[in-house]
Protein backbone atom coordinates (compact mmCIF):
# COMPACT_ATOMS: atom_id res chain seq x y z
CA UNK A 1 0.00 0.00 0.00
CA UNK A 2 1.24 3.62 -0.82
CA UNK A 3 2.44 6.01 1.82
CA UNK A 4 2.83 9.30 1.92
CA UNK A 5 5.11 11.26 4.29
CA UNK A 6 5.46 14.84 4.86
CA UNK A 7 8.29 16.19 7.55
CA UNK A 8 8.87 18.81 9.09
CA UNK A 9 5.00 18.41 10.73
CA UNK A 10 5.89 22.10 11.43
CA UNK A 11 7.38 24.49 10.26
CA UNK A 12 7.99 28.46 11.61
CA UNK A 13 9.90 30.55 10.00
CA UNK A 14 10.82 34.31 9.25
CA UNK A 15 9.67 36.50 6.50
CA UNK A 16 11.53 36.28 3.58
CA UNK A 17 13.45 33.24 4.24
CA UNK A 18 13.83 30.64 1.75
CA UNK A 19 12.17 27.31 2.46
CA UNK A 20 11.75 23.39 1.33
CA UNK A 21 8.95 21.21 2.40
CA UNK A 22 9.84 17.25 1.94
CA UNK A 23 7.57 14.79 0.80
CA UNK A 24 9.08 10.90 0.54
CA UNK A 25 6.43 8.31 -1.02
CA UNK A 26 7.03 4.02 -0.72
CA UNK A 27 5.91 3.43 -4.59
CA UNK A 28 8.24 4.97 -7.41
CA UNK A 29 6.03 3.87 -9.93
CA UNK A 30 3.91 7.12 -9.23
CA UNK A 31 2.21 8.68 -12.49
CA UNK A 32 2.17 12.11 -10.68
CA UNK A 33 2.54 13.98 -7.91
CA UNK A 34 0.54 16.97 -6.48
CA UNK A 35 1.06 19.41 -3.84
CA UNK A 36 -1.70 21.32 -2.33
CA UNK A 37 -2.18 24.27 -0.22
CA UNK A 38 -5.04 24.10 2.95
CA UNK A 39 -6.02 27.18 4.63
CA UNK A 40 -7.92 26.61 8.15
CA UNK A 41 -11.27 25.39 7.76
CA UNK A 42 -10.78 25.60 3.99
CA UNK A 43 -10.70 23.60 0.69
CA UNK A 44 -7.24 22.53 -0.91
CA UNK A 45 -5.97 24.85 -3.53
CA UNK A 46 -3.45 22.70 -6.01
CA UNK A 47 -0.49 24.86 -6.40
CA UNK A 48 1.69 22.11 -8.48
CA UNK A 49 1.04 18.73 -10.64
CA UNK A 50 4.64 17.24 -11.38
CA UNK A 51 3.77 14.28 -14.07
CA UNK A 52 6.37 11.53 -13.63
CA UNK A 53 8.20 12.31 -16.74
CA UNK A 54 9.24 15.32 -15.12
CA UNK A 55 11.69 16.45 -12.74
CA UNK A 56 10.37 19.84 -11.89
CA UNK A 57 7.49 22.44 -12.30
CA UNK A 58 7.45 26.05 -11.23
CA UNK A 59 4.83 28.43 -10.75
CA UNK A 60 6.07 31.99 -9.30
CA UNK A 61 8.07 31.68 -6.09
CA UNK A 62 6.99 27.77 -6.38
CA UNK A 63 9.36 25.53 -7.28
CA UNK A 64 8.54 21.37 -6.49
CA UNK A 65 10.93 18.92 -7.43
CA UNK A 66 10.37 15.13 -8.28
CA UNK A 67 12.99 12.12 -7.45
CA UNK A 68 11.49 8.80 -8.19
CA UNK A 69 14.57 7.27 -7.95
CA UNK A 70 15.02 8.13 -4.36
CA UNK A 71 10.89 8.68 -3.40
CA UNK A 72 10.54 11.89 -2.56
CA UNK A 73 9.84 15.27 -4.09
CA UNK A 74 10.24 18.67 -2.88
CA UNK A 75 8.43 21.87 -2.61
CA UNK A 76 10.92 24.73 -2.66
CA UNK A 77 9.34 28.22 -1.50
CA UNK A 78 11.28 31.71 -2.26
CA UNK A 79 10.95 34.55 -0.20
CA UNK A 80 8.52 33.43 2.50
CA UNK A 81 5.86 35.88 3.16
CA UNK A 82 2.85 35.82 6.20
CA UNK A 83 0.10 34.94 3.37
CA UNK A 84 2.36 31.85 2.74
CA UNK A 85 1.14 30.30 6.18
CA UNK A 86 -0.79 27.40 5.76
CA UNK A 87 -1.15 23.61 5.59
CA UNK A 88 1.16 21.96 2.70
CA UNK A 89 -0.40 18.72 1.60
CA UNK A 90 1.41 16.63 -1.44
CA UNK A 91 -0.34 13.67 -2.39
CA UNK A 92 0.08 11.07 -4.82
CA UNK A 93 -2.05 8.20 -7.08
CA UNK A 94 -1.89 5.31 -5.70
CA UNK A 95 -1.02 2.33 -7.97
CA UNK A 96 -1.35 4.69 -11.14
CA UNK A 97 -5.39 4.99 -10.43
CA UNK A 98 -6.92 8.40 -9.53
CA UNK A 99 -7.16 7.46 -6.24
CA UNK A 100 -4.77 10.24 -4.46
CA UNK A 101 -3.06 9.34 -1.53
CA UNK A 102 -2.04 12.77 0.82
CA UNK A 103 0.56 12.97 3.38
CA UNK A 104 -0.18 14.30 7.25
CA UNK A 105 0.77 17.65 5.84
CA UNK A 106 3.38 20.10 7.32
CA UNK A 107 1.95 23.68 8.85
CA UNK A 108 4.02 26.21 7.69
CA UNK A 109 4.10 29.85 9.81
CA UNK A 110 5.74 32.72 8.24
CA UNK A 111 6.46 35.07 10.61
CA UNK A 112 6.26 39.21 9.94
CA UNK B 1 -11.95 28.72 -14.95
CA UNK B 2 -10.84 26.19 -12.20
CA UNK B 3 -13.56 26.41 -9.83
CA UNK B 4 -16.04 24.13 -8.00
CA UNK B 5 -18.94 25.35 -5.51
CA UNK B 6 -20.01 23.56 -2.99
CA UNK B 7 -22.97 24.37 -1.01
CA UNK B 8 -23.96 24.77 2.30
CA UNK B 9 -20.35 25.84 3.34
CA UNK B 10 -22.04 24.90 6.59
CA UNK B 11 -24.04 22.19 7.74
CA UNK B 12 -25.31 21.03 11.22
CA UNK B 13 -27.73 18.02 11.82
CA UNK B 14 -29.43 15.97 13.87
CA UNK B 15 -29.18 12.02 13.83
CA UNK B 16 -32.65 11.06 12.46
CA UNK B 17 -32.10 14.06 9.42
CA UNK B 18 -32.10 13.68 5.94
CA UNK B 19 -29.51 16.01 4.09
CA UNK B 20 -27.96 16.46 1.39
CA UNK B 21 -24.55 18.37 -0.26
CA UNK B 22 -24.22 19.86 -3.57
CA UNK B 23 -20.78 20.01 -5.38
CA UNK B 24 -21.14 21.62 -8.82
CA UNK B 25 -18.34 22.49 -11.66
CA UNK B 26 -18.55 23.56 -15.30
CA UNK B 27 -15.17 22.98 -16.18
CA UNK B 28 -16.32 20.09 -18.45
CA UNK B 29 -14.48 17.27 -16.12
CA UNK B 30 -15.89 14.09 -15.99
CA UNK B 31 -14.58 12.82 -13.21
CA UNK B 32 -15.95 13.77 -9.84
CA UNK B 33 -15.15 12.97 -6.08
CA UNK B 34 -16.19 12.94 -2.78
CA UNK B 35 -13.26 13.10 0.33
CA UNK B 36 -14.00 13.57 4.07
CA UNK B 37 -11.77 15.48 5.76
CA UNK B 38 -11.54 15.01 9.84
CA UNK B 39 -9.81 17.72 11.93
CA UNK B 40 -5.95 17.82 11.33
CA UNK B 41 -6.34 14.54 9.27
CA UNK B 42 -5.63 14.71 5.76
CA UNK B 43 -8.25 13.71 3.44
CA UNK B 44 -9.60 10.14 2.61
CA UNK B 45 -11.39 8.82 -0.53
CA UNK B 46 -14.78 8.31 -0.52
CA UNK B 47 -16.35 7.91 -3.97
CA UNK B 48 -15.34 8.80 -7.31
CA UNK B 49 -18.07 8.79 -10.30
CA UNK B 50 -16.37 8.76 -13.78
CA UNK B 51 -18.62 9.68 -16.75
CA UNK B 52 -21.53 9.82 -14.39
CA UNK B 53 -21.32 6.16 -13.15
CA UNK B 54 -20.03 5.53 -9.81
CA UNK B 55 -16.34 4.17 -10.09
CA UNK B 56 -14.95 4.26 -6.66
CA UNK B 57 -16.55 3.19 -3.44
CA UNK B 58 -13.79 3.49 -0.90
CA UNK B 59 -16.38 0.89 1.70
CA UNK B 60 -18.04 3.74 2.84
CA UNK B 61 -21.13 2.67 5.53
CA UNK B 62 -24.43 2.77 3.17
CA UNK B 63 -25.37 6.17 5.51
CA UNK B 64 -23.74 8.31 2.62
CA UNK B 65 -25.39 8.03 -0.54
CA UNK B 66 -23.51 9.21 -3.42
CA UNK B 67 -25.47 10.76 -7.11
CA UNK B 68 -24.24 12.33 -10.04
CA UNK B 69 -27.64 12.92 -12.17
CA UNK B 70 -25.33 14.73 -14.80
CA UNK B 71 -21.61 15.45 -15.69
CA UNK B 72 -21.53 18.89 -13.60
CA UNK B 73 -23.48 17.73 -10.47
CA UNK B 74 -22.29 15.69 -7.61
CA UNK B 75 -24.47 15.37 -4.63
CA UNK B 76 -24.12 13.35 -1.14
CA UNK B 77 -27.14 12.11 0.50
CA UNK B 78 -26.81 11.97 4.42
CA UNK B 79 -28.88 9.85 6.60
CA UNK B 80 -28.78 8.36 10.19
CA UNK B 81 -24.96 9.45 10.43
CA UNK B 82 -23.81 9.52 13.75
CA UNK B 83 -21.71 12.26 15.55
CA UNK B 84 -18.26 10.60 14.41
CA UNK B 85 -19.09 11.48 10.83
CA UNK B 86 -18.58 14.85 11.68
CA UNK B 87 -15.84 16.59 9.51
CA UNK B 88 -14.86 18.60 6.25
CA UNK B 89 -16.20 17.02 2.77
CA UNK B 90 -14.57 18.24 0.12
CA UNK B 91 -15.83 17.65 -3.66
CA UNK B 92 -13.29 17.40 -6.37
CA UNK B 93 -13.21 17.47 -9.86
CA UNK B 94 -10.79 16.21 -12.51
CA UNK B 95 -10.96 15.92 -16.43
CA UNK B 96 -11.05 12.44 -16.70
CA UNK B 97 -10.73 9.98 -13.98
CA UNK B 98 -6.99 8.78 -14.20
CA UNK B 99 -3.72 9.46 -12.88
CA UNK B 100 -2.72 12.22 -15.49
CA UNK B 101 -4.80 14.47 -14.69
CA UNK B 102 -4.91 16.87 -11.91
CA UNK B 103 -7.21 17.42 -9.14
CA UNK B 104 -9.42 20.86 -8.11
CA UNK B 105 -11.19 20.71 -4.99
CA UNK B 106 -13.91 23.23 -3.81
CA UNK B 107 -13.98 25.12 -0.64
CA UNK B 108 -15.79 22.07 1.35
CA UNK B 109 -18.80 21.44 3.81
CA UNK B 110 -18.26 21.98 7.37
CA UNK B 111 -20.59 19.21 8.99
CA UNK B 112 -21.86 18.58 12.13
CA UNK B 113 -23.97 16.09 13.67
CA UNK B 114 -25.28 16.21 17.16
Known amino acids: KQEVTQIPAALSVPEGENLVLNCSFTDSAIYNLQWFRQDPGKGLTSLLLIQSSQREQTSGRLNASLDKSSGRSTLYI???QPGDSATYLCADTQGGSEKLVFGKGTKLTVNP | DTEVTQTPKHLVMGMTNKKSLKCEQHMGHRAMYWYKQKAKKPPELMFVYSYEKLSINESVPSRFSPECPN????????????PEDSALYLCASSQVASASYEQYFGPGTRLTVT
Open chain 2, 71 to 82: SSLLNLHLHALQ
Open chain 1, 78 to 80: AAS
